[in-house]
């Protein structure tokens, strides 16, 4: 990864008046955050920039070239030596599901191992003040699930979301935790050693500015990454209200499935996952439950095989993708219309191929391998 990624979206933003919604559209006008920032006036406004952000980003630019002691330097020296890295909009590693939501982030920073973010997951939510076997609950799902191949996603808080990546850890599988704060500002506190564990086997996820720390309105806007990385979210434990059940209503709001525990009805901390079973969720009692709800998943580890011995293996939707495939690219958007499957099985099905070695991801999505 180009490691003056994350100069430039630190200069977009840090840039005053540029907002987060023209980052996208400029980001997507180009190949490349070098190619973006390098761009003239004229063609920031013919990517859709007003002039106010237009003069923002040049005189980022233009503090940029100030030498060693600006500030925007001296934060790009601070997320160096945490090992920092960073994705935008423009780059074919963006996480596809996540580029699918409503008002996707314009870029991601990244602490651990990026390629993480390419795997499929699923977000694991829950109370901060779970109960003992709530606690067990996430624990063992997620190493279950971590073991069969899927990354566990979650919020790193106290309670549920600390369980689920312990769980992953244990089993020797991947996670990822998304922060409500800067990607240097751990919250909460204690969870320092469990981050340092995660980035080993995953990463830690932020899209706030760096040195943000933690506040009210950062929490919702966190839930909505840590459902539209996933392909589903399970809810362990929650009651009535929660912020899981808003994360469970932003799930289903992107398309994603939702997945819960039954909780008898004299557990007041289970009585949000009993509404969301009224409401339609998947009963989750097992590992497989979540599994056969989300669709075959890709093995922790694929061997080359042959093409022939390759289209044996793969799901119905995977081999119905690869025979439309070919070297001119498609997005998911376009090829869940053109086979008319949801776009979340489509993106499920690419993945699978992906990691089989049977399609590439590009710029334009995605080819077929010859």
Not at 81 to 101: E, K, M, T
Not at 227 to 254: H, K, R, Y
Not at 321 to 335: P, Y
Request: charged share 20%; proline share 6%; hydrophobic share 45%.
């Amino acid at each position: 990864m180009d490691a003056d990624v994350v100069t430039h979206c630190l200069l977009l933003q840090v840039a005053a008046g540029l907002s987060r919604a023209e980052s996208c559209r400029l980001l997507s006008a180009f190949s490349s955050t070098h190619a973006c920032i390098a761009a003239d006036a004229r063609a920031w406004r013919r990517a859709g920039l007003e002039s106010i952000a237009v003069d923002a980003l040049q005189r980022a630019r233009d503090d940029l070239q100030g030498g060693p002691g600006t500030p925007l330097l001296a934060l790009r020296q601070h997320l160096a030596s945490l090992d920092v890295s960073a994705v935008s909009l423009c780059d074919p590693g963006y996480p596809a599901l996540l580029r699918s939501i409503d008002s996707p982030p314009p870029f991601l920073y990244v602490r651990g191992a990026p390629d993480t973010l390419e795997c499929p997951q699923l977000a694991v939510v829950g109370s901060r003040r779970a109960s003992a076997l709530g606690v067990r609950a996430a624990r063992d799902l997620a190493g279950d699930v971590a073991a069969a191949g899927l990354c566990v996603t979650s919020g790193l808080a106290l309670g549920i979301d600390g369980a689920a990546h312990r769980g992953a850890i244990h089993a020797g599988g991947r996670t990822v935790a998304v922060m409500a704060t800067g990607i240097d500002r751990l919250y909460p506190a204690q969870h320092r050693d469990l981050a340092d564990a995660i980035c080993e086997s995953g990463c830690l996820v932020s899209e706030f500015a760096p040195g943000t720390p933690p506040r009210r309105d950062h929490f919702p806007r966190r839930n909505r990454l840590i459902s539209g990385l996933a392909l589903g979210t399970l809810v362990v434990e929650a009651g009535l209200p929660s912020g899981s059940l808003i994360t469970a209503n932003t799930a289903l709001n992107q398309g994603r499935e939702v997945l819960t525990l039954p909780w008898s009805i004299y557990h007041g901390n289970g009585r949000g996952c009993l509404q969301l079973l009224h409401d339609g969720a998947v009963l989750v009692q097992t590992s497989r439950d979540i599994t056969d709800a989300l669709g075959r998943l890709p093995p922790p580890e694929v061997q080359p095989a042959s093409a022939d011995a390759e289209n044996e293996e793969l799901s119905a939707c995977a081999r119905q993708l690869v025979a439309r495939l070919d070297e001119v690219a498609i997005d998911a958007d376009s090829l869940a219309a053109v086979v008319g499957l949801p776009l979340q099985s489509v993106i499920a099905a690419l993945t699978e191929l992906e990691m089989a070695g049977s399609v590439q991801r590009c710029a334009g999505g995605y080819v077929r391998k010859r």
